[in-house]
């Protein structure tokens, strides 16, 4: 009888289960309230805009059948250069062969991991960082190193020696909180100091709600640098929380030699992106992107003030949390000696909430990071006040039982 457990390759001993994709099997679990996901709101979907998009390509039989061949590895043209002329218009100058459509930017993560590391190899990740970035690198066998929130905690020699650091500076995932444009370009600094790449995640920089525009990594390269092709920095974006996210259709921006090596994992992964979504995603945002960007942040924005009022109301002296100005994400800290994994599991079970422990924003390998295990993740997409109200009143009485 075949031993699977003995022929499995090393790497997946280092691959763990996403809570969140866990918690996603409760969804339709109609009396629990979801106060941990992070999925975008699907009543303000695009439905309309899609529907005539699929109307229009089904009557021209030339753009049917293009739209059901196998798509170039690199992504369909048109909509590279419509990213690139969206990258430029944020300041990131670029062209089409700057950019790669990948199946969602976790697919990017994926293929930016297996580009750049080796078993053994140093990646640097904001501590707490987002799960799905550390299991996508987990395959890889990296050596994580923690970085700071804040740059003033920052040493060179203490992070030396990193292929990369992951960071997600727009409201990140899990702690909602944006990096300032001093410790980007403090970053930058790090990045010469070292010589490593940055890999920056981009996929809530839409989503602000509050206060200005902070230009993103990538843009502050380019403007340091000269150029896209001498920027240590890979951005990553994706369609999924300004459009639709089923559509999985992202990209990778970069330096014409990275993106060509891209291509040739994407060869070797899945040929390419569906030509079908990505033809059907160019018509929606030629058109549609800044009305369905705006209707986001409208009803995120409600959303994340009506959760931020429940906690200051409900939640007992003791516990703390960040005040968002955008994305998707609250994070809070309870007192000492309340472990969030223990909360997580009670919640579920004797309040019928669901929450996300902090300890699964941490890598398991680590050489200089201390997990908080007296945290956890919510967030306000999918819950109206109040829901929000409900949810949150019965998590702060159970921190009160103890």
């Known amino acids: 009888m075949t031993d699977w457990g003995a022929l499995y390759a090393r790497r997946m001993k280092g691959v763990m289960p996403s809570d969140i994709r866990e918690k996603m099997k409760l969804l339709d679990r109609a009396e629990i309230i979801h106060l941990g996901g992070g999925l975008p709101d699907p009543a303000i979907f695009p439905y309309e805009p899609l529907s005539d998009a699929s109307a229009r390509l089904w009557a021209d039989r030339a753009r049917?059948?293009?739209?059901?061949?196998?798509?170039?590895?690199?992504?369909?043209?048109?909509?590279?250069?419509?990213?690139?002329?969206?990258?430029?218009?944020?300041?990131?100058?670029?062209?089409?062969?700057?950019?790669?459509?990948?199946?969602?930017?976790?697919?990017?993560?994926?293929?930016?991991a297996k580009l750049l590391l080796s078993p053994g190899d140093k990646a640097l990740v904001e501590i707490p960082s987002f799960i799905g970035a550390l299991r996508a690198f987990d395959a890889y066998e990296p050596q994580y190193l923690g970085l700071p929130e804040d740059s003033a905690d920052?040493?060179?020699?203490?992070?030396?020696?990193a292929k990369f650091c992951y960071v997600g500076p727009d409201f990140r995932n899990p702690t909602g909180t944006c990096m300032s444009r001093k410790d980007r370009l403090a970053l930058l600094d790090l990045a010469d100091d070292t010589g490593m790449a940055i890999i920056e995640d981009g996929c809530y920089?839409?989503?602000?709600?509050?206060?200005?525009?902070?230009?993103?990594?990538?843009?502050?390269?380019?403007?340091?640098?000269?150029?896209?092709?001498?920027?240590?920095?890979?951005?990553?974006?994706?369609?999924?929380?300004?459009?639709?996210?089923?559509?999985?259709?992202?990209?990778?921006?970069?330096?014409?030699?990275?993106?060509?090596?891209?291509?040739?994992?994407?060869?070797?992964?899945?040929?390419?992106?569906?030509?079908?979504n990505q033809m059907l995603l160019?018509?929606?945002?030629?058109?549609?992107?800044?009305?369905?960007?705006?209707?986001?942040?409208?009803?995120?924005?409600?959303?994340?003030?009506?959760?931020?009022?429940?906690?200051?109301?409900?939640?007992?002296?003791?516990?703390?949390?960040?005040?968002?100005?955008?994305?998707?994400?609250?994070?809070a800290e309870l007192p000492d000696g309340i472990d969030g994994a223990a909360l997580a599991a009670r919640a579920l079970l004797e309040r019928s909430v669901s929450i996300i422990s902090g300890s699964a924003f941490y890598p398991a390998n680590a050489t200089n990071i201390v997990p908080k295990p007296n945290t956890f993740r919510l967030s306000f997409s999918m819950i109206p006040a109040a829901a929000a109200r409900e949810g949150i009143e019965r998590l702060g009485g159970l921190i009160r039982e103890g």
């Open 154 to 161: 920052w040493n060179p020699t203490d992070l030396a020696g």
């Open 282 to 331: 160019l018509d929606v945002v030629r058109d549609h992107l800044d009305t369905s960007t705006r209707i986001a942040r409208s009803v995120y924005r409600d959303r994340c003030r009506s959760m931020l009022d429940a906690m200051e109301e409900f939640m007992p002296h003791g516990v703390s949390w960040t005040r968002p100005q955008g994305g998707l994400y609250v994070w």
């Open 64 to 112: 049917a059948q293009t739209a059901l061949q196998y798509a170039p590895s690199e992504g369909y043209l048109p909509l590279r250069e419509w990213i690139a002329g969206y990258m430029t218009r944020q300041g990131t100058a670029c062209e089409a062969d700057n950019v790669i459509i990948t199946n969602g930017s976790q697919q990017g993560l994926d293929f930016l």
């Open 205 to 276: 920089e839409q989503l602000r709600y509050e206060g200005e525009d902070i230009a993103s990594v990538a843009a502050l390269a380019a403007e340091r640098y000269g150029s896209i092709e001498r920027s240590p920095v890979l951005h990553t974006g994706t369609f999924s929380k300004t459009i639709a996210p089923s559509l999985r259709v992202g990209w990778i921006a970069g330096p014409r030699d990275v993106i060509r090596r891209l291509v040739l994992i994407k060869q070797a992964s899945d040929l390419a992106t569906s030509a079908l």
